[in-house]
Every structure is written in C-alpha cells, then in structure tokens.
C-alpha cells in the first residue's frame, strides 16, 4: 500500500496468487488494514485474517517487480517457498544511492522553475534551495508532517533570499517552485485512480494524506511568507 | 516552412521536462530501466501540453487531459516493451505537470487574504485569487489523474497483463 501502487493492483495480484493455490481472495483494504479471505475452490476451507498494513517508502522497483512475480506465480504454479525466496530477493534490493538522489532532484526541481519561465537566477536559487530542503528531508526521520513543514520552510527562505536582495526578476517563481519537490504526487494520482476504479474510500485516504502533506507545506512557506513580510509583493 | 523559434521552445520545454520526471522519478526508487522511458514520456507529454496551451489555444486543464491521455497510451506501449506496470512509467512522467505554481499561488493569495483585514477591495482581489488558482489547481490534477487512467481502461486486458512472462512468445494476452 504504501509502496506507491494503487488498490486494484494489489487486490488483483493477491488474487492471482491466490488462484494458483486453487484459492479465492477477496480482500478489503484501507489505508492501515488489510483484510483478507481467502476461500478454497470447494468451498471446504475457509481461512481469514486481518492485518496492518506497513507504511514505507514510495518504491516503484516493488510495485513492478511484484507484480512481475504474481503473473510468475499464477502461470508456473510455484510452491510457496520459492515464492518466499523471490519474494524475500526483491524487497532486499537496495534503493539507489540516497546522494544520486539528492542531486537528481536539485536538477529536477531547477529544471522545473525553468518550465514555469523563471530565469537562470531564480533557477540557480532554486537548485541550491531545493538541495538543502530535500537533505534535511532525507536526514530527519521523525514526524512525517513535521518534516514536510520544516523542508518547505527551509527551503523557501533560501529562495526567498533572492526576492529580498533583488536578484533577478522571478523571485515569486523561484520562491513557489523551491518547494515543488515535496509535493506528493503519487499519493494524488494514486488517490484519483482508485476512486476510478471504485475504491473509493482508500483513494479518499490516499488524497485527505496528500492533502495533509500539501497543508504542512504551505504552512513551511507561509512562515517564510509572513518572515519577509511586506516585501513580497 | 518549420519555425526554428517554435521548434527550439518546443524542444527546450521537453528537456525541462525530461530532467523534472528523471529527478522526481528516483524519489519513488523505480526500476533503472523505466527512468529512461519515464523521461522519454514526461518530455512528449509535456511538449504536447506546451503546444496546445501556446499555439492552439487550449486552456491549461484540457491540454493537460490530451498530454495526460497521451502519456497514458504511450505508457502501455512503452510498459509492454521493458516489463513495468504502466502505472511505473506514467506516475513519474505525470509529475512535471503538477500544478504546483498554481498550488503555491492559492496557499499565497489565502495568505494575503487573512492580512487584508479592513480592507474590502483587497480582501475580494484574493479572495478571487484563491478561487481561481485553487480550482485552476484542482481541475488540472483531475484532468491528469484521467485523462492517463483512460487508456487503462479501453485496454483492460492487456494493461493487467503486462508483466506476465508467459505473454512473451505469443505477444498477445
């Protein structure tokens, strides 16, 4: 779930799984549980449990790979400890070097003031505010909302540097886009795709978080807002 | 006659996005082999939206349903190829078209808008500063979410299918 992939996914590749057991799955899932049925072919044997959805990282290699593993599963019917095995070799896999990351975004996030027609000293601001900010998210790992409210402030105080010793002619846009990169967008799309396909209330989950994010960081950028004061307009 | 100005803004507009969705890709960890297609797909999509809202006059969220759908359809060619949910490569190519100026523009003019006690004509500016950019804001992220679910849909089968090692041979589900 909180891997970034939507409900349906995870409903379907259960029940593939599942299938290739010669069971049925039906599972309900919301933001912190799952629970799930499953029920054999013959109706002989019922089982049912409940449990706590982990929350983690967004991780894409997990979303992909698992799924490649449940087709694996459904169509080669393997036994269940080799299932374990590739199941335990996937979720192993490291992430990608958290520094590579770091700078990745720095690019990211200037490259996108760019696209919003900031000039090259909102974009210069922007890459170093967003390096910073996207650091001490990377380092602090208490209170999820505390740390968006942090990151963006710092974030766009560094950026607001600009709008306060008059360089350039975009600081506004250099200020709005320093804290783009905290935006959560999968947690939104995911939110909207679920609804979609009928999960309605996990998709309303996913956007009432995203939105709570959204709030901590306007909140981050309105203590630097109110900070500069009247100069900003 | 090709307009080399239009060309070049064109093609600046789709590296920006192409270096956006890489950056904002590794935040989510993917498969290495999406990065590069997710970027491929963020610049297209990006460059269509550019094109319509600059030279056809589309508004901001329409054109971002047309890239949206786009990057949609071409996610599930692209997923089919290098073995990833569609769902991977069009996540990150979606991400460079977040409205975030429009976001930031409603949390700042609700800010204002509280400052401007005593004063009617300011507090009514923002207040349609607020409506404007918050449902600028909302409309542009459903349009995305979608217009790039659409295509999932009309190829129900295959799209749910696509990681399966089995389609390989046969080439079709």
Known sequence: MASGVHTSRIVRNTARIAESFGFEAHMTLFHKTISMTLRSKDNAHVYSTVSTAK???????????????SWEA??????????????????????????????????????????????WIAVAAVFVATLVGFRIKQILHFNHYFVFTISAFVASLIASITMWQHWGTTPDIAIGASVLYLIPGVPLINGIIDIIEGH?????????????????????????????????? | MIDWQILGSVIADAIGAAIAAIGFAVISNPPRRAILYAALLAAVGHSIRFVLLKYAGLDLASA?????????????????????????LYIPALLPMIPGMYAYRTVFSLIRFLQSSGNDNEAIHYLLEIFKNGITTASVLFSLGVGATIPIFIFYKRAFSMTRAANRPKRQA
């Open chain 1, 55 to 69: 929350s983690g990282a967004i991780n894409f290699e997990f979303n992909s790979e698992l799924s490649a593993l």
């Open chain 1, 74 to 119: 459904y169509d080669n019917h393997l036994p269940l400890d080799t299932l374990w095995e590739k199941f335990h070799a996937i979720t192993s896999k490291p992430r990608m070097n958290p520094w590579a990351v770091w700078i990745l975004v720095g690019f990211a996030n200037a490259s996108f003031c760019r696209l919003f027609n900031g000039d």
């Open chain 1, 200 to 233: 309605v209330l996990a998709g309303t989950a996913r956007l009432i978080n995203a939105l709570l994010l959204i709030v901590c960081i306007a909140f981050g950028m309105g203590i630097t807002l109110l900070m500069m004061g009247g100069k900003l307009l």
């Open chain 2, 64 to 88: 971002s349903f047309v890239a949206a759908f786009s990057i949609g359809m071409l996610s599930l060619a692209a997923g089919y190829r290098i073995f990833c949910p569609a769902t991977v």
